[in-house]
């Protein structure tokens, strides 16, 4: 995505979006500072584009890998990332950007197609949106809003410009989580909270295609 659910709260994120899915890295404040227009600059979805993420504490990693397999639903041309676990567990989670908007696909247990808004382009701090999907059995409201636009934000030791920080809420089963998008990059952080477990993926290293 617990596994499956993760999957598909990690884009708030997926994911695994780029997704997704690091040692505890010391962190700055985020500077705030006008944020450029970057159209569809948080997601590459060119083949063979690749992202390595710390995972936890003892720096188990999983790598996020774009296909060429693609599923055309909405409209839209989603694209498969393999999000490779430390396990061998491969995890497929399909994205799309198209006219400002970032998706998730979701697949339901009874198989129907589901649209997860996880970003905007454009967006301004105090922005907020909700998607309600079903990945099981009951529907669930996420609630995003945008808490930051142009940051600076370090992630094992790299500093990244422009960034986007993001939070996303599902109340019914106790989530919450920020996610950081650097443009061309994607996701470099992600701090989720599920019930009383939580979760990390910070961006190690990446090849763009």
């Known amino acids: 995505m617990i596994k499956n659910i993760k999957s598909f709260l990690v884009i708030c994120f997926s994911i695994v979006l780029l997704l997704t ?54 409209g839209k041309k989603f694209t498969n990332f393999h999000n490779t676990y430390p396990s061998g567990t491969v995890y497929r989670n399909f994205y799309a950007y198209q006219d400002g908007q970032y998706s998730l696909m979701i697949t339901s247990a009874a198989g129907t197609q589901q649209e997860l808004i996880y970003l905007k382009d454009n967006v301004k701090e105090g922005d907020k949106w909700s998607n309600t999907v079903t990945p099981v059995s009951t529907p669930l409201l996420y609630e995003y809003e945008v808490t930051g636009i142009g940051g600076t934000r370090m992630v094992n030791s790299s500093t990244f410009t422009g960034v986007v920080r993001v939070h996303c809420v599902v109340a019914s089963i106790n989530y919450q989580s920020d996610a950081y998008y650097a443009p061309s990059i994607g996701l470099i952080d992600l701090e989720e909270d599920y019930s009383t477990v939580k979760y990390t993926a910070k961006l190690k290293s990446y090849i763009l295609k």
């Open 21 to 74: 899915t690091c040692l505890i890295s010391s962190c700055t404040k985020d500077v705030i500072t006008p944020a450029g227009n970057t159209n569809g600059q948080y997601l590459n979805s060119n083949k063979g584009s690749s992202w390595d993420y710390i995972i936890d504490s003892a720096g188990n990693s999983s790598k996020v890998e774009v296909t060429d397999s693609i599923v055309i639903a909405f």
